[in-house]
């Protein structure tokens, strides 16, 4: 089946650093792929959309410039959260969607890098 | 997108079959009901997927009644490794043309004991 694959899985980091995620689907391009975040015992909240060649489609709340989407390619989707502070500590998870699997609203998931912020 | 509503937790036993109830309401024509699985500090994985009446894979079966409003995720023989939070999520295909995002409810923390 389709993969994603997220890298790192997890990042310690000193406040003021900026720290880069990296999403990328390794069997199937995808023109979309999502970045959400989920702290302790919550739900996923979903940050922005990656769109591949455009600029992102940040959630009402979530802030373009602290994080940055960077979509260069069909297969890779980065986050760079800029400027990290203790409260960007969190779980971040990107996914992306197979279009070969069909009319479906099936999306594959990364394992996660945990964000922690010192 | 259609709002879900899950119970937040449930308890079960290895080996019983675990049924989580999903209401949506407000659910669309045009939208599909689809349940994740995560494992603390991992991505959510997809489980099954469904528009109506019953889908059946190697993993679980989802039940959609006729008006749609619910469905079930019915776990056969749970295990240790069921553990994990569910999720109901329904969407419209067609919001974006193929790259349509999803809204993550509260989910269902499943604690499977001995």
């Known amino acids: 089946g389709a993969v994603v694959s997220q890298h790192p899985s997890w990042v310690i980091c000193k406040s003021g650093t900026s720290v880069k995620i990296e999403c990328r689907s390794l069997?199937?391009?995808?023109?979309?792929m999502f970045w959400y975040r989920q702290f302790p015992k919550q739900s996923l909240m979903l940050m922005a959309t990656?769109?591949?060649?455009?600029?992102?489609?940040?959630e009402q709340g979530v802030e373009k410039d602290k994080f940055l989407i960077n979509h260069a390619s069909l297969t890779l989707s980065t986050l760079t959260v800029t400027s990290a502070h203790p409260e960007d500590s969190s779980f971040y998870i990107c996914s992306a969607r197979d279009l070969r699997a069909g009319r479906s609203e099936k999306l594959f998931f990364g394992s996660g890098t945990q964000l922690s912020v010192l | 997108l259609a709002k879900t509503t899950q119970p937040i937790s449930m308890d079960s036993y290895e080996g019983q079959e675990v049924n989580i109830t999903c209401s949506h309401n407000?659910?669309?024509?045009?939208?599909?009901i689809t349940w994740y699985q995560q494992f603390p500090s991992q991505g959510p994985r997809f489980i099954i997927q469904?528009?109506?009446t019953k889908v059946t894979n190697e993993v679980a079966s989802l039940f959609i009644p006729a008006d749609r409003k619910s469905s079930t995720l019915s776990l056969p023989r749970v295990s240790l490794s069921d553990t994990a939070v569910y999720y109901c999520?329904?969407?419209?295909?067609?919001?974006?043309?193929?790259?349509?995002?999803?809204?993550f409810g509260t989910g269902t923390q499943l604690k499977v004991e001995l």
């Open positions: 999520l329904v969407g419209d295909r067609e919001l974006t043309g193929g790259g349509n995002k999803l809204t």
């Open positions: 990656s769109n591949e060649g455009s600029k992102a489609t940040y």
């Open positions: 407000n659910i669309a024509t045009n939208d599909y």
């Open positions: 069997d199937f391009q995808a023109t979309t």
């Open positions: 469904g528009y109506k």
